[in-house]
């Protein structure tokens, strides 16, 4: 019996149209999360002075997500000069290690949560 993934591989003929607004929701968000980040990590270094050490290692978590939005970035470029040239190898090699900042900022987010001293 097949699975429904192996369904999906098997249909050779079948084409998908882009939605008109993709590429202007896809940029307004890379755009405005990257700003959300930005935000996020420069308050959070400038309490972290007041509120102790688990606000700085969320800060780091911020700023890892901020570099994270600007590696989408750098691919898109990457990606857009490969298709003049017909090469996509380079997009695979910087894609690969996509989301390498998402799992740092999830240990600097999990540190921010084992500093946590003073739970009520």
């Known amino acids: 019996?097949?699975?429904?993934?192996?369904?999906?591989?098997?249909?050779e003929g079948m084409r998908a149209t882009r939605p008109t607004y993709f590429a202007p929701v896809f940029v307004g968000l890379l755009v405005a999360g990257g700003i959300a980040w930005l935000i996020a990590s420069v308050l959070g270094f400038a309490r972290a002075r007041a509120f102790g050490a688990s606000t700085c290692w969320f800060s780091f978590a911020a700023v890892s997500l901020l570099l994270y939005h600007i590696y989408w970035v750098v691919v898109g470029f990457i990606a857009i000069l490969g298709a003049q040239q017909n090469d996509f190898d380079s997009v695979l090699v910087a894609g690969a290690f996509l989301n390498v900042f998402v799992v740092v900022g999830a240990v600097c987010a999990i540190m921010g949560f084992v500093r946590l001293t003073n739970p009520r």
């Open 1 to 11: 019996m097949l699975t429904p993934l192996a369904f999906l591989v098997l249909q």
